[in-house]
């Protein structure tokens, strides 16, 4: 039983180039959350999912876009890069909403 | 949105001393949960509270759900050296009280705890 696992662990982007983080858990669970952790900020949701097929906005979800096709996976999308998204990445999920299990986490830094 | 307000920001402390912080919100919330974050991981709960005056404790932490369902506090007993790192509170809004259902936590800034041998 791995929990959560993310998908890269480190990347450096360029302005403007697009990428895809994964997020995967074999909990069974029905919902997923992808948060964003600066200095100073806490962590800030950014989309979160309450089932399969389910995607919706979070505090801060401009410049991202997310899907779930699986149950299992989040994918959370960078469709143009921006330094501004320089940050660290947490995935998380839950079988009630309230107590989120994280993943690792991916260290994203754009240039 | 929702503001949680966590206290101290930073705590420089003895190995063995007692450790107290604690999380402030603007509204009701139903759930309290504290995390703790160590270098370059993700947050691993905790603690989790459910109804108001609650007291729950995990091995040397103990934490307790406000009376006024607006608070909650977090204390380590006897610290060590592998106490350190970074503790969060977390909440959700009472959805009888204007709150989402979907399961969204507010989180708080957060704590940095250092612990000298």
């Known amino acids: ?111 | 949105g929702q503001q949680l307000n966590q206290s101290p920001q930073s705590m420089f402390i003895q190995e063995g001393e007692d450790v107290s912080m604690n999380c402030t919100s603007s509204s009701i919330f139903n759930t309290w949960l504290w995390y703790k974050q160590d270098p370059g991981e993700g947050p691993v709960l905790l603690i989790a509270l459910y109804k108001a005056g609650e007291l729950t404790s995990n091995g040397r932490l103990t934490a307790q759900f406000g009376i006024t369902r607006k608070d909650s506090f977090l204390n380590i007993s006897a610290s060590i050296p592998s106490d350190v790192g970074i503790y969060f509170c977390a909440g959700h809004p009472d959805p009888n009280a204007g709150g989402t259902s979907y399961g969204k936590l507010t989180f708080g800034q957060g704590t940095i705890l250092t612990v000298h041998p």
């Open chain 1, 1 to 111: 039983n791995a929990g959560v696992t993310q998908t890269p662990k480190f990347r450096v982007l360029k302005t403007g180039q697009s990428m895809t983080l994964l997020c995967a858990q074999d909990m069974n669970h029905e919902y997923m959350y992808w948060y964003r952790q600066d200095p100073g900020m806490g962590l800030r949701l950014i989309h979160y999912s309450v089932g399969e097929g389910t995607t919706a906005k979070g505090e801060v979800p401009d410049g991202y876009n997310v899907s779930r096709l699986k149950k299992q996976n989040f994918l959370l999308g960078l469709e143009s890069a921006a330094p501004s998204q320089t940050s660290v990445y947490f995935c998380a999920s839950s079988t009630t909403g309230f107590k989120q299990y994280f993943g690792p986490g991916t260290r994203l830094t754009v240039t």
